[in-house]
């Protein structure tokens, strides 16, 4: 089970544009110079989490990026989602029904029991994901950080 | 975010061994011929579930594989990391210290709130399946099941 590189990139690019002042966009370029990322591959996970409505992208000479609604109301869910796709980890294939001691279908009316414990795990997990925002995660970085990037923002 | 069908597999097959009489053997090719598994497949997950210490596999022409302690000490998620191994799904690149917005290695001493964020949630994910044992699986199969793999077993 992995996650893609993406899903850092993301978390990282939504925390910075919820520090630009004013909800004033920032420039594709931009992010990935702050964070010294291959431009062109961070393009796919920002159009990505644009698609998913995470992001708000405006085009043109001026164009950039900026969050489509308050980062206390983007949560890390939405962005992992964003990038990784909503797609179960665990697909079941519902072997008890094949083989030598496959099972009726009147014997499977309720949900595989494998599949439950697996997908309450998945839900677990989503849970715990959806549980912080973007806003929460900008509060918890050191002030220096923060002060830096409104310097930054600012130029 | 992906889980190999080997999980499914491994866990029936966990299921099934703690089901026959008195923690007899089962043959490869039995278990495979229970739920219509490829033979040749099925045995690599098999292995790792062995070099996992989730089954005990004797060799020789009346060998085959047997739960390797109690079904009630094994959980799932025994058998999930005997399949897909123990890596975290979300591996930090550290990217907040790379690039024109870089944090400083003082600014780094408590770890990236990304990062701390993505563990919790696989903690939990973990934590849901250690919470149910493979013993616990079987008591909710349907006793129509049971007892039919009581009768295959024996035979």
Chains 1, 2 share one sequence.
Request: hydrophobic share 40%; with cysteine.
């Amino acid at each position: 089970m992995k996650l893609s590189q993406g899903v850092e990139w993301g978390m990282h690019c939504a925390t910075l544009l919820a520090q630009v002042p004013d909800g004033g966009l920032m420039r594709r370029e931009a992010l990935a110079v702050h964070y010294g990322l291959p431009e062109a591959y961070l393009s796919k996970h920002l159009q990505a989490m644009t698609r998913a409505g995470v992001l708000q992208a405006t085009s043109g000479p001026k164009g950039g990026y900026r969050l489509a609604r308050p980062a206390d109301e983007i949560t890390v869910l939405d962005v992992v989602r964003a990038i990784e796709g909503t797609a179960e980890p665990f697909i079941c294939q519902e072997i008890r029904q094949r083989g030598k001691g496959a099972s009726s279908p009147d014997e499977c009316r309720l949900p595989c029991q494998v599949n439950s414990v697996m997908r309450s795990a998945y839900q677990a997990w989503e849970a715990s994901l959806r549980s912080v925002t973007i806003g929460e995660l900008v509060t918890r970085m050191p002030k220096s950080v923060l002060k830096r990037n409104q310097r930054l923002l600012s130029a």
